[in-house]
């Protein structure tokens, strides 16, 4: 008997996922190449669409398991640095909105 754990359970789907994907488009890109070289022309935009779709399916697949890895595929962003033109800004904004009073629910009486 195989015990799957959690993150297995999620790679499981996550490859399953992309073997459904994978199964769908190529079959119809193959029919659709079939009507297109058979005079139908509608069917060549779907000759181009289903590999698109196919290949926006490997790709997600890869990104999907990066997050399930719990790979980076780019570093955080540090805000470290100064940034005399932000401060200003941020400086002016408080200046305008400093009577602004944020919203209060209404409170009906009931």
Not at 10 to 20: A, Q, S
Not at 67 to 72: I, K, L, Q, S
Request: aromatic share 14%; proline share 7%; net charge negative.
């Amino acid at each position: 008997m195989l015990i799957m754990t959690g993150e297995s359970k999620n790679t499981f789907r996550i490859n399953f996922g992309l073997f459904l994907a994978e199964l769908i488009c190529i079959p119809a890109f193959l029919f659709e190449m079939k009507r297109a070289l058979g005079g139908n022309t509608l069917s060549w935009a779907y000759v181009f669409e289903w590999p698109l779709l196919g290949g926006y399916a490997v790709y997600m697949w890869k990104k999907l398991l990066q997050d399930e890895r719990g790979e980076r595929t780019r570093p955080p962003v540090v805000f470290d640095k100064e940034d005399p033109e932000l401060d200003a800004w941020n400086a002016y904004l408080a200046s305008v909105h400093q009577n602004d009073q944020p919203p209060t629910p209404d409170k009906r009486e009931d």
